[in-house]
Nanobody
Framework: QVQLVESGGGLVQAGGSLRLSCAASGSIFSISHMGWYRQAPGKQRELVALIISGVTTNYADSVKGRFTISRDNAKNTVYLQMNSLKSEDTAVYYC???????????????WGQGTQVTVSS
């Protein structure tokens, strides 16, 4: 069974940095998209950053120049380096991926359990 496990959240002061990790495990044939979403209290979940086929990246305007998404294909792991953190970055961060499990004819969407990031001002 395929699953995504996140780590790296926590409490940090404004201006600080955090690095989130998300490892995909299980019977995986291929992974195309991997990304990070976040949901702040009372707000809708939003896309933060996306990496496609380990090459193409997209970022929300609010994090451009501060966050960097990367992927280690050998480890099926995606990272989100977050620098110059602001209080408005406080949210639960979710990892997501489009994965084709072994033996399946197509991709499925998978989500991690979420990790809390709190930025104090």
């Amino acid at each position: 069974q395929v699953q995504l496990v996140e780590s790296g959240g926590g409490l940090v002061q404004a201006g600080g940095s955090l690095r989130l990790s998300c490892a995909a495990s299980g019977s995986i044939f291929s992974i195309s998209h991997m990304g990070w979403y976040r949901q702040a209290p009372g707000k809708q979940r939003e896309l933060v950053a996306l990496i496609i086929s380990g090459v193409t990246t997209n970022y929300a305007d609010s994090v451009k120049g501060r966050f960097t998404i990367s992927r280690d294909n050998a480890k099926n792991t995606v990272y989100l380096q977050m620098n110059s953190l602001k209080s408005e970055d406080t949210a639960v961060y979710y990892c997501a991926a489009k994965i084709r499990p072994t033996g399946w004819p197509s991709q499925r969407d998978y989500w991690g359990q979420g990790t809390q990031v709190t930025v104090s001002s």
